[in-house]
């Protein structure tokens, strides 16, 4: 059975892709950083019947990621790499005058390095799973400017081109940014603080979007949901 990596894969879309996969049967390995979290998600996917192998912790720990790629080996194989653990940054957004380097940094951490890390040290069982795939999150904000998005965006533009270049330096490799569009997650609700956020799309509905880019692996490159947004039909 094809064997995937997805972090934060508790909730929001890392868990809807998760549920999708173990309805295919997939090999599940998740993380998150909080362990209660995930073990409800993993019991839930074990449920649909799904071999789950849950590791809890932050992806911007070394000692977290040594552990992720200890347990992928010990699987035998890896045919997917899903970076989908973010972090927003403060909540409230503040513009770019106002943000805290610290706290900048910190989001660099989790949504470029950490993904970098997690690929350099997965990189030679996605190749010998013969054609292997990476999908980075990505985000609207990486390439629209938007007043108190900056720090978040910036992530996730250095993350696209990161993906970008991982792609001409791995043809044997499916390399994809993919960008979800806004949707009813807890971080969209950390955009937003206080207000309704109940009409954005539920991730699963973006989901079939993200499966057709498995499915059919177009060339290497950035993908939005709009772009997969029909639906394939036998």
């Known amino acids: 059975m094809p064997v995937a ?7 929001g879309l890392g868990l809807a892709l998760a549920r999708s996969l173990a309805a295919r049967s997939w090999t599940l390995v998740v993380d998150a950083r909080v362990g209660s979290d995930l073990d409800r998600a993993a019991v839930e996917l074990r449920g649909l019947g799904a071999d789950v192998i849950a590791v809890a912790g932050d992806v911007s720990d ?3 990621r040594r552990e992720l790629h200890d347990v992928v080996r010990e699987a035998g194989r890896l045919d ?4 989908n653990a973010s972090v927003l940054g403060p909540s409230p957004m503040p513009g770019l005058a106002d943000y805290p380097v610290a706290e900048l940094a910190r989001a660099y951490e989790v949504n470029v390095l950490a993904p970098l890390a997690l690929v350099q040290s997965t990189l030679p069982l996605l190749v010998a799973a013969g ?3 990476i999908v980075d999150i990505s985000s609207d904000a990486a390439v629209n400017a938007y007043t108190g998005w900056g720090g978040y965006g910036s992530t996730k533009a250095a993350l696209d081109h990161v993906t970008a270049t991982l792609a001409a330096e791995q043809p044997d ?3 994809y940014a993919f960008d979800p569009g806004d949707m009813n997650t807890v971080l969209h609700q ?7 956020i109940s009409d954005r799309p539920d991730p699963a509905t973006v989901v079939p979007a993200l499966l057709r880019l498995l499915d059919e692996r177009p060339a290497s490159g950035r993908y939005t949901v709009g772009d997969l947004a029909a639906v394939v039909t036998s």
Not at 5 to 11: F, Q
């Open 5 to 11: 990596l997805i972090t934060g894969a508790s909730r």
């Open 62 to 64: 070394p000692a977290h």
């Open 80 to 83: 997917l790499l899903v970076n």
């Open 131 to 133: 054609r292997g795939a």
């Open 173 to 175: 490799l499916d390399v």
């Open 190 to 196: 950390d955009a937003f603080p206080g207000e309704d």
